[in-house]
Nanobody, 122 residues
Framework: QVQLVESGGRLVQAGGSLRLSCVASGFSFSSYAMGWFRQAPGKEREFVAGIPWRGGSTYYTDSVQGRFSISRDNAENTVYLQMNSLKPGDTAVYYC???????????????WGQGTQVTVSS
């Protein structure tokens, strides 16, 4: 059974930091690109960051470039999103996703987690 379980979301003040984790199971993690997406109330889901199945290059949407960092640990079947200098505009539900042999860009993705809430107060 494929599972992606996100954690680490919480309420944080503007300027603070969070690290989100996503633990994968039920598929060959190292063969999958991993991505983070977010959806704010009333808005469409958007790509935040991605890392290819082979690792190496990472990709970010412009609004988080320089503040967020995605990484993966294939031994732990886990992908992380380190978020620094958080802003109220980063408030959203954050989802991780997996794409077989993917490039780590916007998609498409095969599997999705249930999401974790990040709220940034001003």
């Amino acid at each position: 059974q494929v599972q992606l379980v996100e954690s680490g979301g919480r309420l944080v003040q503007a300027g603070g930091s969070l690290r989100l984790s996503c633990v994968a199971s039920g598929f060959s993690f190292s063969s999958y690109a991993m991505g983070w997406f977010r959806q704010a109330p009333g808005k469409e889901r958007e790509f935040v960051a991605g890392i290819p199945w082979r690792g190496g290059s990472t990709y970010y949407t412009d609004s988080v470039q320089g503040r967020f960092s995605i990484s993966r640990d294939n031994a732990e079947n886990t992908v992380y999103l380190q978020m620094n200098s958080l802003k109220p505009g980063d408030t959203a539900v954050y989802y991780c996703a997996a794409a077989l042999y993917g490039a780590g860009t916007k998609g498409p993705y095969d599997y999705w987690g249930q999401g974790t809430q990040v709220t940034v107060s001003s």
